[in-house]
Each structure stands twice: as structure tokens, then as C-alpha cells.
């Protein structure tokens, strides 16, 4: 009978430990997150602390292809070449790489506006990182409309005009490659 006794708090005491265990192993294998991904990525370029340097990028949007190279001095920073010709993109430093890659990290914004919000314009992509120092080496990234279903907007709309709103546009693709990176002295 004292032995049945032991037994019992014995294999409560297992299997607790082991649902404790599980949980733990869990948590330690929960995926990253984009911006923790993109935080620690930021921290290793600023650990390097190369504050000159020269860096090329390959730019393709809508089958298009063009280059810039930007020579990058502390805050100060020159195109060297540019054959975008888009002022959108201004100068693709790795500041300025982080900041587009972590637009891919915001949530789907109403369109055409934030009061007639039928549509949402979202962003959609991938970020690969440098291993070395960091850096944003190649971002992909897709910018789309979608129906607001939810929105007031989106059923008054279709209520009045008796048609679904047209949340189409062409996807425009993008697609900027760091292809080389060469600090300065």
C-alpha cells in the first residue's frame, strides 16, 4: 500500500517535468519573426561600423533592369551611377535598404484612401541577409490590392453601385541585389 502511494506523486512528478520540458523546447523553437530578423541583421551591420563605403545595386522592376552605385561617406552620400532614373528609390544605402525592407513588416494599407478604404494595398516579399555584416543582399519585394471585405466602405460601395469594386492593378515586382559592397577608407 506505501508503495502505491510513491508511485503516484512519482508519475505526476514525470509527466509534469516532461509537459515542462516540451513547452520549453517549444519556445526555443518558435520561428523569427521579419523585423526580429531585420533587428538583428541591423545590429550586426552597426557592430561592423563601416561608415564609408561603396555599394552597387542591381534593381529590376517590371522586367526592367538598371543599376545604382552609391559611395556612402557617414551621412553624407553620392551617386556615383545611376541608370533608374527613379526618384522613388533615391539613394539605396544600406540605411535606406533596411528602411525598404522593413516596409514589408507594415500592414496592409486602405487605398485610394483612408476614408473610401474599398481596397488595401499590401506589401509582399522576402529579405535575405549578408551572414557576414548584415546587410539587406537581396530584397524581394510585390506590392498588390485586395478587397477591403471588411470595411463599411467596401459594402457601401457595392451596395450603391451594385458592382464589386475593382481592387486590380498590376503587381509591379521588385527586386534590388546588392552586388558588390566594398568599404572605403
Known amino acids: 500500500m506505501c508503495g502505491k502511494r510513491l508511485y503516484l506523486p512519482a508519475t505526476l512528478a514525470g509527466v509534469l517535468l516532461a509537459v515542462l520540458s516540451c513547452t520549453l523546447m517549444g519556445m526555443a523553437a518558435l520561428p523569427d519573426t521579419p523585423s526580429s530578423r531585420r533587428e538583428a541583421n541591423e545590429s550586426l551591420w552597426r557592430s561592423h561600423a563601416l561608415a564609408h563605403y ?7 522592376i517590371n522586367e526592367r533592369i538598371c543599376l545604382q552605385e552609391i559611395e556612402v561617406r557617414g551621412d553624407w552620400k553620392s551617386i556615383q551611377r545611376d541608370t533608374c532614373g527613379s ?38 516579399g522576402r529579405i535575405e541577409y ?28 457595392l451596395w ?26
Not at 522613388?88 to 476614408?115: I, Q
Not at 537581396?138 to 485586395?146: A, F, G, H, K, S
Request: some cysteine; aromatic content about 8%; glycine content about 2%.
Open 54 to 60: 561603396r555599394v552597387v545595386v542591381q534593381v529590376v
Open 130 to 157: 549578408d551572414s557576414e555584416l548584415g546587410f539587406p543582399d537581396t530584397i524581394l519585394w510585390r506590392r498588390e490590392l485586395r478587397p477591403n471585405w471588411h470595411h463599411p466602405a467596401y459594402l457601401m460601395r
Open 160 to 185: 450603391e453601385t451594385r458592382k464589386l469594386p475593382n481592387c486590380t492593378a498590376p503587381a509591379r515586382p521588385l527586386r534590388l541585389t546588392v552586388i558588390s559592397l566594398t568599404p572605403l577608407p
Open 87 to 124: 526618384t522613388w528609390l533615391s539613394t539605396l544605402s544600406v540605411s535606406r535598404l533596411f528602411e525598404l525592407g522593413a516596409r514589408l513588416e507594415h500592414p496592409a494599407e486602405c487605398f485610394p484612401s483612408n476614408r473610401n478604404c474599398v481596397c488595401q494595398r499590401m506589401r509582399t
